[in-house]
């Protein structure tokens, strides 16, 4: 499965949810110790936009300042279309070829298509673990982006991006897997 096949299949997916967020979740604590809901739309939606820029061949942006709130007047609104937003970006031809400048270095455009992927079905589960939303992406494509994180986060995790991997029970399923792996309690 390509880059772009789980991007289409993880990014309506994040939309889903996001749609779904209401006001009163914003605030709600979420998996990822770092954030809040918000905090995650505020991540993805930075992030997104950050990859979209060079997805289009336009280079990295600039960071906006540290405690930002990049979610707008309409939170919702804001992150559904920066998502939407990354996916034309991403799709677009040459997109991929292109070396993306990442926080963790220059990459490929496919490799970074791969980071968001993992990095987007992981905060997914944490908008719907925090918000009581279901959250089942395809196991094939949930298996792709597992076997992805355990062949790249080994540095991300010894720089402090990661924490360290929860154990799961057994017959955990791949999505739990993934979550865990990234060191959140399933």
């Known amino acids: 499965m390509d880059s772009i096949q789980q991007l289409d299949t993880i990014l309506p ?5 996001a ?9 709600a604590p979420s998996p990822c110790t770092e954030f809040t809901v918000r905090g995650v739309f505020n991540h993805m939606i930075g992030g997104g936009g950050f990859f ?17 709130d990049l979610t707008g007047d309409d ?3 804001t992150f559904v279309g920066a998502m939407e937003a990354l996916g034309a970006a991403a799709r677009q031809p040459g997109a ?16 970074a298509a791969r980071y968001l992927a993992f990095d987007g079905t992981v905060h997914a589960w ?8 279901g ?15 355990r062949e790249t986060i080994g540095e991300m995790r010894a720089s402090g991006a990661f924490g360290p991997a929860v154990p799961v029970p057994a017959g955990a399923s791949p999505l739990e897997q993934l979550v865990a792996f990234t060191g959140r309690a399933v």
């Open 135 to 149: 959250f089942a992406p395809p196991e094939p494509v949930v298996a792709e982006v597992l076997a992805f994180a």
């Open 75 to 77: 939170p919702v609104a």
């Open 96 to 111: 991929l070829d292109r070396t993306v400048v990442a926080p963790f270095g220059e990459v490929p455009g496919d490799f």
């Open 126 to 133: 944490d908008i719907a673990t925090a918000t009581r939303q």
């Open 19 to 27: 749609r779904n967020v209401t006001p009163d979740q914003l605030d």
């Open 13 to 17: 997916a994040l939309v889903g949810l």
């Open 52 to 68: 979209a820029a060079q997805f289009r061949g336009e280079g990295p942006p600039a960071a906006p300042p540290e405690g930002t």
